[in-house]
């Protein structure tokens, strides 16, 4: 069964690692990460834009098959199945749908409307038995759409959110959703640190984790990050492995233009990458 985000994040925030938040395309990075997850005994989140949401045909075709796929699989470790920076609308298509988290993203909201959302969805998100998160400042660059100046978040505003009792709490701290650019200054750990003391045990979140060092990562898991959100590094993971494929020729040889083919060097590409984050984030061992 999938469960909501709530526990295993309180465990993270109190063993002092992070559970990573992979987003999901299709079957086959669903199924990748969810084996990842079984092999390594990690929690995991399974995370879904809006976009990609459509992609696959709707969300109820997304909670269908992530249902179906982690009872087959044979799954035990606590998997949540999580909306990515979700409007308000469709925050409650995901409710129906049967996702088991939902992130709230009113973060380009003046703040009162932002309170005003958040503070209906937690009640509503948690009646339910769901987890949820809420955004406060704004992570930069573009994810599906989702544009965002990424100015570093006002921890008295966090504060305010993270009252509502949301499950975690995504800040901007000077994150960025894609490739970082050369001249990238960092992250703003004097934010983060800000937003930690007036925040305490609530479990925050790092978006844009695609290429941030290890040493930034283990210092922001320091300072109260406990889930990390990883889109594009799996998506380039796979974009390389199935080039590579391509370029030598594979497709060409015998049946290796058979979908199954095809696509089996990105899906175990993805593992890998999944692989990394979990050991670098800590949460291996912790299912
Ligand atoms: O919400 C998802 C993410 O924040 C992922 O960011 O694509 O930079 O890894 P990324
Ligand atoms: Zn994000």
Not at 50 to 77: D, N, P
Not at 119 to 129: K, P, R, S
Not at 145 to 153: I, K, R, Y
Request: charged share 20%; glycine share 12%.
């Amino acid at each position: 069964m999938l469960v909501s985000a709530t526990e295993m994040l309180k465990k993270a925030k109190a063993g002092h690692y992070a559970v990573g938040q992979f987003n999901i395309n299709n079957l086959e990075w669903t199924k990748s990460i969810l084996l990842t997850a079984e092999e390594l005994k990690s929690p995991v989140i399974l995370g879904v834009s809006e976009g990609a949401g459509k992609y696959m045909t709707g969300f109820k075709t997304v909670a269908a098959m992530v249902k179906a796929m982690h009872e087959e699989l044979g799954i035990t470790v606590p998997v949540a199945l999580h909306l990515d920076h979700g409007t308000y609308e469709g925050c409650y298509k995901c409710i129906k749908a049967g996702f088991t988290s939902i992130m709230f993203d009113g973060s380009h909201y003046p703040f009162e409307e932002n309170l005003a959302k958040s503070t209906e969805l937690v009640n509503v998100a948690h009646q339910l038995g769901l987890s949820i998160e809420c955004e406060v400042g704004s992570i930069g660059g573009e994810e599906d759409g989702v544009v965002g100046m990424g100015e570093c978040a006002d921890p008295n505003e966090c504060k305010t959110i993270a009252d509502l009792g949301v499950d975690m709490l995504a800040a901007g701290i000077g994150n960025i959703h894609g490739k970082y650019p050369a001249n990238w200054k960092g992250l703003s750990f004097e934010t983060l640190d800000a937003i930690q003391q007036k925040t305490g045990t609530m479990p925050l979140v790092l978006h844009g984790g695609t290429g941030i060092p290890a040493d930034m990562i283990k210092k922001a898991i320091s300072l109260g990050v406990s889930k990390i959100n990883v889109n594009t590094e799996c998506q380039l993971s796979f974009a390389d492995a199935t080039r590579k494929y391509i370029e030598a020729g594979k497709d060409l040889e015998g049946k290796g233009f058979d979908p199954r083919k095809l696509l089996a060097p990105g899906a175990e590409a993805i593992k890998a990458t999944v692989k990394e984050k979990m050991e670098l984030f800590g949460s291996v061992g912790k299912a």
